[in-house]
C-alpha cells in the first residue's frame, strides 16, 4: 500500500510529501532526486519552504507582488489630477511617471478620463489627449493605404486632383516623444536665411498631396537631423517625420527622388540659389570683398574614363580624380549650395545665439546636434493660434540652461510655421507644463 498518493498535476502535494521524507529522517535529498527523477533544487527548495511554513506553506493562495508604480495613492493622485482636467502627459510629468504608464492605466480603467461634456473642473473646455509613440506606431501600421497613410480623404482628393477643393494643409495633432522634432528649433532661423524665399518664382511642383513648402521643409529638416541621403530614409519613421511637417507621413523615398528631380529639371535651382547670395551678400557687405575658394579633390579609381590628374595632399601623388570648388566666406559658410547650404546658414546662426550662454564654445556644435535628434512634445492650440514645441531635457543640467536660453530667444521671434496661423513656442519639457 502507498504511504502517500496524489493527483499526476497535483505539484504541491508532492513537494510537501518528499520535503516530509526528508525532515523526518525517511530518505536523502538525493535518494529523493533519484527515486522521482526531479531537479535537486526542487527539493531543496521545498524542505526549506517546509521548515519555515510547515506543510500548510504549500497550500496558502499565492502572494502576488502589488503594484510598484501606479500605488493606490498615486492611483488616487492621478485621478484627481484627472478630473482636474488636466492631460494623462501633464499627469505624468507632474507625478514623475511614464507618459505610456498613465495611458496604459487609462486604457484598462484603472483611471477614467471625465467627459468634456461633463460637470465640474474636468468640464473646462474639451481635453485632447496627446498620442504617444507607440499608440502611433500601432495605428500607422494598420493603415489600408499603406504605413502611416492616415490622411485617406486628402490622398483620394489628390491622386484625383482635387487639391482646389480639398486642400491638404499642415493639421498638427498633440504628440509625445515625436523622435528627432528637435530639428522644429531650427525653423525660425531657417525661415530668416530664406528657405522659402523665392522658392514660388523659381520653383513649381505638379499638382499633389506634398506641395512645395513640404518638400524644401523636409530637405531641411533631413540636413540639420544628419539623414545623409535620401535612401536613409528607408529606415526612418515616415510618420515621426511626418508629424514635424504638420501631416500624416512624409513621402516615399522614390517619390521624394522623382519630385526633386522635377525641381532640379523643371524649376530654377541656380537662379534661386544667385538670389539667396545676394540676399545674404546684401545683408553682410562686410563679408562680400574676400572670399575663399575650396577644392575638395574625389580620386576616381575606376576605369572607364580618363580623367585629370590632380594633386591629391594625403597621399602626396597626382592621381585621376574630380575636384568639387566651394566658393566660401570669410566664416567658412558655403555660399552656393542650395538647401544645405541653407541649413548650414541655419545651423551657424544658432550656434552664435546658443553660444552666448555656454561656457565652452567648443561644444555648441555638438550640442546643436543633439537637440536636432532629440525627441520633442507637440501640442497645438488653434484657439489661441500656438504650437507649443516642448523639448526633452539635455544630457547635463549645463546644456538644459543654456538651451531655455535659446527657446526664449526663438520663442521672441514670434516665427509662424508656415502653411498655418500657428505661432511657435519652444520651452523644456518640466514637471510643471500643464
Not at 512634445?377 to 504650437?387: E, I, R, S
Not at 546644456?399 to 502653411?419: I, M, N, Q, R
Request: net charge positive.
Amino acid at each position: 500500500m502507498p504511504v502517500f498518493q496524489h493527483g499526476e498535476q497535483d505539484l504541491a502535494s508532492f513537494k510537501m510529501i518528499v520535503s516530509q521524507f526528508y525532515v523526518m529522517g525517511v530518505a536523502k535529498q538525493s535518494d529523493l532526486v533519484r527515486a522521482f527523477g526531479v531537479n535537486g533544487l526542487l527539493v531543496k527548495r521545498a524542505v526549506k519552504q517546509y521548515r519555515e511554513e510547515g506543510p500548510q506553506g504549500f497550500f496558502a493562495p499565492r502572494k502576488y507582488r502589488g503594484a510598484a508604480v501606479l500605488t493606490t495613492e498615486v492611483c488616487t493622485q492621478a485621478q484627481y489630477l484627472l478630473d482636474q482636467g488636466e492631460t494623462p502627459s501633464a499627469v505624468a510629468h507632474r507625478l514623475g511617471l511614464k507618459v505610456d504608464t498613465l495611458s496604459k492605466a487609462v486604457r484598462t480603467g484603472r483611471l477614467r478620463r471625465p467627459s468634456a461634456s461633463g460637470s465640474g473642473a474636468g468640464s473646462i473646455g474639451a481635453v485632447r489627449e496627446a498620442s504617444c509613440k507607440s499608440e502611433r506606431s500601432a495605428a500607422e501600421s494598420e493603415a489600408e493605404m499603406g504605413v502611416a497613410a492616415t490622411n485617406v480623404i486628402g490622398r483620394v482628393a489628390a491622386s484625383l486632383g482635387l487639391n482646389a477643393a480639398i486642400e491638404v494643409v499642415p493639421q498638427f495633432t498633440p504628440a509625445l516623444d515625436v523622435a528627432g522634432g528637435g530639428v522644429l528649433l531650427a525653423l525660425p532661423a531657417l525661415l530668416a536665411v530664406g528657405l522659402l524665399r523665392h522658392t514660388e518664382r523659381h520653383f513649381t511642383l505638379p499638382q499633389g498631396y506634398y506641395t512645395l513648402y513640404n518638400i524644401f521643409l523636409l530637405l531641411a529638416f533631413l540636413a540639420l537631423g544628419r539623414v545623409k541621403s535620401l535612401e536613409q530614409l528607408r529606415r526612418e519613421p515616415p510618420g515621426e517625420w511626418g508629424k514635424l511637417l504638420g501631416l500624416d507621413r512624409i513621402p516615399e523615398v522614390k517619390t521624394l527622388r522623382e519630385k526633386v528631380k522635377y525641381l532640379t529639371e523643371k524649376g530654377e535651382p541656380f537662379p534661386w540659389s544667385a538670389a539667396l547670395c545676394r540676399d545674404w551678400m546684401n545683408d553682410t557687405p562686410e563679408q562680400a570683398h574676400l572670399y575663399y575658394v575650396d577644392g575638395h579633390v574625389r580620386v576616381y579609381h575606376g576605369s572607364q574614363t580618363a580623367l585629370p590628374k590632380h594633386y591629391v595632399s594625403r597621399q602626396r601623388l597626382c592621381l585621376r580624380a574630380t575636384v568639387d570648388y566651394w566658393v566660401n566666406a570669410m566664416d567658412g559658410q558655403p555660399f552656393f549650395d542650395t538647401v544645405k547650404m541653407v541649413a548650414y546658414r541655419s545651423e551657424t546662426a544658432m550656434a552664435h545665439t546658443l553660444g552666448e550662454h555656454m561656457a565652452r564654445g567648443d561644444d555648441v556644435r555638438a550640442l546643436l546636434c543633439a537637440i536636432y535628434t532629440t525627441a520633442v512634445d507637440l501640442f497645438p492650440d488653434p484657439a489661441v493660434g500656438t504650437l507649443t514645441v516642448r523639448l526633452h531635457r539635455m544630457a547635463s543640467r549645463a546644456h538644459d540652461k543654456a538651451v531655455a536660453a535659446l527657446c526664449e530667444e526663438l520663442t521672441a521671434t514670434e516665427t509662424v510655421y508656415p502653411g498655418t496661423n500657428l505661432r511657435l513656442v519652444y520651452e523644456l519639457v518640466s514637471s510643471q507644463s500643464p
